[in-house]
């Protein structure tokens, strides 16, 4: 006998009940056309070219008509010793009938397979019918058997007392069932209507009816339902005794299909497993969990989520390996996910300090994305915090770390409260201690950091240079502004109040003025800023509509804590800006007493899509709030005055109150320079602001980008006396003021190139001229005066001069 076969045929007949997945993907390495519910025969072809399918085929059809056989064998005795005498000689008629079936199905007669085919579906259908006959209208069923001369049947316990056949063999073929069946439908179904069709057919005929069975739902569907076949009706027909059959049959198919009998054992190794492992042990213990033996558990598992996650304490690559495993190749998708989950909840418990939670990005890059709906976005989350402590920790300086982890800390509270007010309290239960220490551990490092910031005598950098200013983190920063917050709310709350245009030169605040808004207006007024750079990018009105809508609705929340309804989508593909305007009347109603200030930023950028578009339907519309609802007052913030737009525009701006964004007061840009932030260190002499407020005219740009680079040379200095062990420097000199103005235009090369470059060329070579020239009168040039209006000149007695002295020395270069 040839071992290595007889071994390659009991590990196939493993796979087939046991690791369905492992059997899919070696038939696919053997031809990728094969299946595991394939009949190989129909590859006879292929067999010369391709020995290993000619030998799995072989395999195939030995464990088919061997495995029945071995089972009755053993059902049998096992029977006879237990209960009674077996019924041999229907067993060996059933046999001989599945013999005939494979040797058929093995065969290459086709026509002959489907004509027993066909036999076997009319078969189960006549069975079908007079079954239900004889239970719902037995006088009608023996009167119709009379006339067609079958009474006999009737009579010859065939058909109604081979019913009693399968009552009293009900729970050993049960047993048989919970062996042999698997949990594939057509498995089901095919040994249902085989016992349906054994049961009405005269025993004796179960040779014939084998044969066709065999052929028509043996080989012809597959491997293990071929298998499964020949083991139930084998045994089937050779029980003689049983309890009733529908509570049999019924138990029968629930404890086969649902694999109960290996259910139990396998529950009790996870038991075993839990209990008797050493705590610390649990990766080595992985590759014995059930599922590495049977693939196929319908039932559930507990304990081997959390056996997994303990794993991961001490072998991470072996837990995800074995959740891999579960996900890939087995039936326990779900137990993958909950160690997933476990897993993440774990380690982020288990974060100890700054150094762990930077730690996380990569202990958990392997938990795939997006994330499961049991921890929704809140992992995402804290991997974003995680990236933020890391790029605090590659800061290069304590302040800068101390400065830079205020970010988590911010995110880390938004968290908390989106997880106190949310809809899932098994998160909140889940994650909400995680915040809280994860929190702790981040204050505690912001207070050492700030510290050492302390010690080392460097300066923290505060100033913002460039971005507009945010209320959540600026607020200490934005100076002054107090006329414009005063003209906008009393112009805005009056009886009929006009369209307001907010103009100013670029970098001047006006962004961050209207950011600021709500907190400087009465509650009465809601402010509602729009970024029309973002809105440009609109293609389509509808598109437009969408961005104003999202943007109304974000804003509202955000400045007054007031929650508007959804703009219905749908009306907005169709006529977007009659839909904005219902949806403007709902709004007024759900804030009676309300003003609105729709506060459009960079508007001139509404010109690139009324050109994409070819509609002024969003002019129209604007032009309609104005004149038509009372509680919306439009303010309009750019660079450009009227004159200098489109001329369409006049028919749309009417009734405009133009206020001017220009520099600031010298007290409030002193204020500026002095206090950014509380507690700033007194780092600069009275004559170091002096020398700021000229070279920048309080332009508040300006300041803040100087007095940045101002404190970068303070701490390089000190950085450089330390390292010489000399005496450090505490307060920047007028000289120090001087000796940055090269690094300045350096640092905001774009914006000092930007100013430069809007100018026209006229212009530009004006102001070289009188670089050269600067006794030039008023008298002599007045066409000049659009620089004057742009901030870029002004008159004086003896004639012009630049406004902003370190725009001065800018130009300056530009003429060399």
Known sequence: MNWNYLAECVRLLYWIYFKPFTLAEWVSEIHPDLKSDTNPFTMRSEFSGNPKLRRYAGQVWFLTVAVPVV????????????????????????????????????????????????????????????????????????????????????????????????????????????????????????????????VLFNVASAGALGVA???????????????????????????????????????????????????????????????????????????????YFDQLIYLPMPWMDSFIVKADRQNPVAAQQTINYLIDSTNQQKVALKAMVGIAIDTLNRCQNSEDIVAITEQLAWIPSPPTAEIGSILPEFLAISQDVRAAENASSAYLQYEMLATPVTKLNGLRNSLVFGKNPALATSFG??????????????????????????????????????????????????????????????????????????????????????????????????????????????????????????????????????????????????????????????????????CLDEFERLQEVVKETESRSPLNFLRYIVQHRDNWILLFSGSHTLDELNPYWSDYLINTQSLRMTYLQESEARDLIRNPVANFPEIYTECAIDQIIYLTRCQPYYVQLMCCVLVDRLNAINRENTRLDREKQTQLTAEDVQAVIIKTWERGGAVFRERYQELTEPEREFLHKLLDEPDISVAESRSWQRLVDKEVLEVTETGYRFQVPLFQKFVEIQSR
């Open 433 to 598: 201690s995680i915040v809280q220490r994860w929190l702790e551990i981040l204050e505690t490092s912001r207070k050492i950091l700030e510290e050492a910031a302390l010690d080392s005598a460097e300066i923290r950098q505060v100033y913002v240079a460039g971005p507009a200013l945010n209320p959540e983190n600026s607020n200490s920063r934005f100076k002054g502004r107090l006329d414009v917050f005063r003209e906008i709310e009393s112009l805005a709350v009056s009886s009929q109040p006009p369209v307001l245009l907010l103009y100013g030169g670029r970098r001047t605040g006006k962004t961050s003025t209207l950011k600021f808004l709500p907190q400087k207006v009465g509650s009465e007024l809601v402010p509602l800023l729009i970024d029309f750079q973002g809105a440009a990018m609109a293609k389509t009105l509808s598109g437009l509509a969408e961005f104003i809508a999202d943007a109304i609705i974000e804003e509202a929340r955000r400045n007054r804590n007031l929650k508007l309804s959804a703009i219905d989508r749908e009306s907005l593909k169709k006529e977007p800006f009659i839909a904005l305007q219902k949806w403007f009347v709902q709004i007024e109603k759900i804030a009676p007493g309300k003003r609105f200030l729709l």
């Open 213 to 291: 069975l065999d052929v028509g739902l043996g080989l012809g569907i597959g491997v293990p339902l071929g298998v499964a076949l020949g083991v139930a009706f084998g045994v089937a027909f050779g029980v003689a005794s049983g309890v009733a059959f529908g509570v049999a049959f019924g138990v029968a198919i629930i404890l086969g299909t649902l694999r109960v009998y290996f259910w139990i054992p396998e529950l009790l190794w996870m038991f075993f497993l839990l209990r008797f492992v050493p705590e610390g042990d649990e990766a080595k213990w992985l590759r014995r969990l059930p599922p």
């Open 71 to 198: 089972a009755v064998l053993l059902v049998g005795i096992i029977y006879s010793l237990a209960v009674g005498p077996f019924n041999w000689s229907r067993s060996s008629l059933y046999l001989i009938g599945w013999f005939l079936g494979n040797w058929v199905g093995r065969g290459d007669n086709t026509s002959l397979q489907k004509w027993l085919t066909q036999i076997v579906y009319m078969v189960i259908i006549i069975s079908l019918l007079i079954n239900i006959c004889i239970q719902f209208a037995p006088e009608l069923t023996r009167s119709i058997l009379q006339i067609i001369s079958l009474e006999s049947l009737l009579q010859s316990e065939s058909l109604l007392q081979s019913q009693f056949y399968v009552v009293k063999s009900g729970v050993e073929f049960g047993v048989v069932f919970g062996v042999a069946l698997r949990l594939e439908l057509r498995l089901a179904l095919g040994v249902a209507w085989s016992v349906t069709s054994g």
